[in-house]
């Protein structure tokens, strides 16, 4: 067997825009490989979730029809199966595209030590972040922990733009190694029937990543910059799962959709790709917020613990009309509109006071797009303890937020169904119809659906007392 230059798919599951895979390739046929790490993620906040690991089973079938069914699947100690293949084969090349989590960095470091003592090339790309945490800083130095200067300064300014898209090659892919197995033996597909109906709402791989894309920019582009804003309507891409497995690059995006118009709806495209560079950012610079408060006052916040509560939230029960369309629409399909993951966010932390780690581990199970990186930014960001985050007394109030964001109750009744008769104008604030408008409408409120848990004004004034005892 002649020597094998190894490409390790990690989240970088395409062949187009693949660094990488381009570097492997530029000698002859590449030996891709994947390994499953069950070792390394020990903290649960790092696991898959089983939406996830549902798109990752799904995911990596669509990338091995590409490579002609030349995928080497492994699961356990990364470091152990590379070396078990270093004593078995004789190995020219071995590369990978950059991960950017904290236990990632470090696995990977001792990866590359292994790999440089054996005298095998190694080589390291960057295929998911437009720009390199490391490159990123302020004048002294230090990072950034304010979104607007880190972006329009940092990024903008200071370097030149995001690395040209890397061509997609007619790549050739060794025979199969014996010592690997298949994608079945991951054993990724969820127990849990919850997962079959996820399959009706996703179409999964490079090429459909792409079609979305394109759809979105033909169809959903135009008036992005208030109708992302909109639940029922289509100026959202829902390509976050997309990217967060690299079916599909930001480089990839960022160069397309620089020639689509008008400009004003491409400039906060750009400025939302950059809103997930800052994610990946933070957690490079300040590792340990990933399951820490980054805002230290925040550690001595009383939070609650309030299991009807939480059971309320996670199953759409709160009789709060619009946090609950959210989390059915999250249970539903694996995903929510990210207007409404900010109100739900808000409402679990700052209404219900439930420590937003509870939320993320939620999230981190039912997302389709979960990303370690976007969910501890996003979920500090509502909680008031991350980097330029939201002032904890900013509390999103769900009546509002229903009423300016899905005036029709489109979204809402979609995904809370028994109150689609209700007339829009109670439809935010039930309660405040009579007996004689729910009967009407065929509904027995408080069975049908649920009053609410708290009061809105109520719990506001108890958070903004428990985030006294915090301040100064």
Known sequence: MSKLAIHWFRRDLRLADNPSLHYAAQN?????????????NTQKEFNLGEAS????????????????????????DPLKIIEQLISAYEIESFSWNRCYSPWEIERDTKIKSLLKDNDIEVKTFNASLLWEPWEILKDDNTPYKVFSP???????????????VVEKNDYSFSDK????????????????????????????GEESAMEKYIHFRDNGLTGYKEGRNFPAQENVSVLSPHLHFGEISPHQIWFDIKSAC????????????????????????????????LNKRFDKFPWSENHDFLL?????????????AGMRQLWETGY????????????LVKNLLIDWRVGMEWFNDCLCDADLANNTAS??????SGADAAPYFRIFNPILQGKKFDPDGEYTKHFVPELKNLPSKFLFAPWEADDSVFEEAGINYGEDYPKPIVSIEESRDIALKAYDQIKG
């Not at 798109?55 to 080497?72: C, T, V």
């Not at 190694?177 to 999964?204: G, M």
């Open 336 to 347: 929510m509109h990210n207007r409404v993951r900010m109100i739900v966010a808000s409402f």
């Open 150 to 164: 880190f972006y329009r300064k940092g990024c903008l300014k200071k370097h030149a733009g995001p690395r040209e």
């Open 379 to 384: 979920w500090q960001w509502t909680a008031g």
């Open 262 to 293: 008008p400009e004003k709806d491409v400039a906060h495209f750009h400025s939302e790709l950059g809103w997930r560079e800052f994610s990946y950012y933070l957690i490079y610079h300040f590792p340990f917020m990933c399951t820490e408060n």
């Open 53 to 76: 690991s549902w798109w990752l089973h799904h995911s990596l079938n669509s990338l091995n029809e590409s490579l002609g069914d030349r995928i080497n699947c492994f699961s356990g």
């Open 28 to 40: 002859g046929p590449v030996t891709p490989i994947f390994i499953l790490d069950t070792v390394n």
């Open 312 to 324: 309320a939230w996670q199953k759409g029960k709160t009789g709060y009309p619009i946090v609950d």
């Open 177 to 204: 190694l014996a010592s690997s197995s298949d994608i079945d033996s991951l054993n990724l597909l969820p127990k849990h029937h919850w997962k079959d109906k996820l399959n009706k709402h996703w179409k999964i």
